[in-house]
């Protein structure tokens, strides 16, 4: 393994240098692992940190899951699932940092997990709202990147913008990977499930996926869908074509995809308003 990947490992391994988690998540995933537990001791103890908790409400109730006024922890957990809610507790703090500082990076991700939603219920997919959580984490490696490499991202910006590379081009250029295996890193760092962890890593390659080919293709199309829609930005403005194994593990029709895109467009609207909202909240806080 090269310097530069042993490097990023590094910084995914040693939870000091990643943004802060808080302790009650060491022990979420401690409960979770117990097959005892109930959602009640879970929900008690993400309630028990009031910042966690307000985190994830907030983005239980966002656009991507089509939930509102979800109120408790315990009616998050039982909507949503000990996974989802795990997925968003350990990355609450990544998604502070992308409100606060990557604004357009928020908002092509919440598209995303809104965009994923629509396309699995379109298809009857089961375990939608694990789908919806894939796509919103898809581009969580970004942030690893530009917050704990920032030298390496300002030349994978500057290669970008010189040589007219796409983001996954330049990535692999200067830190011999991709934002994709990077973000694969941190969710099983974490622990999280595999059918969460392989549409992160293959959402560029849908082909290279194994267990969760079906989830994977989804979130490859919300991907392609919210920047074709240009809503929000992923860091370039380079819009790839549906994969063709994507077409071929969801078996869409044109029709199918015509209603998808009438549908997206008009919940992104109400996506912009919920991070609008965020913002404003955020900036009244400061």
């Known amino acids: 393994m090269s310097q530069k990947r042993e490097q990023i490992l590094e910084i995914i391994k040693g939870t000091n240098s990643l943004p802060t988690l808080p302790g009650v998540v060491t022990r979420l995933q401690a409960l979770s692992e117990n097959r005892k537990s109930t959602i009640q001791e879970m929900a008690q103890l993400v309630s028990s940190d009031q910042i966690l908790s307000a985190r994830v ?9 089509g939930f509102y006024r979800v109120s408790t922890i315990s009616n998050a957990l039982i909507l949503l699932g000990v996974n989802v809610i795990k997925s968003l507790a ?22 995303a997990g809104v965009a994923a939603n629509i396309i699995a219920r379109h298809l009857k997919l089961p375990e939608v709202e694990e789908i919806s959580t894939a796509a919103l984490l898809h581009d969580i490696g970004k942030v690893i990147i530009k917050e704990k490499c920032p030298d390496d ?25 991709d934002h994709a295996e990077v973000g694969e890193w941190l969710v099983r760092s974490w622990y999280l499930p595999d059918k969460l962890s392989e549409p992160v890593a293959c959402h560029h390659h ?45 078996g869409l029709t044109e029709a199918d995809l015509s209603f998808i895109v009438e549908e997206l467009e008009d919940k992104l609207v109400e996506t912009r308003n919920f991070s609008l909202e965020i913002q404003s909240a955020d900036d009244s806080k400061s």
């Open 90 to 111: 350990l990355s609450s703090s990544i998604f502070e940092i992308m409100e606060k500082t990557t604004v357009g990076l928020w908002e092509h991700s919440l598209g």
């Open 206 to 250: 849908v082909a290279r996926a194994e267990a969760h080919q079906v989830k994977t293709a989804v979130v490859h199309l919300a991907d392609v869908l919210v920047k074709a829609s240009g809503f929000g930005s992923s860091g370039d403005s380079y819009v790839p074509a549906i994969q063709p194994a994507a077409w071929e593990r969801l």
């Open 57 to 65: 409400l907030r983005l239980v109730n966002s656009p991507s899951y």
């Open 153 to 177: 991202h300002e030349l994978i910006t500057v290669l970008m913008n010189q040589e007219g590379l796409t983001m996954l081009e330049a990535e692999r250029r200067v830190i011999e990977t």
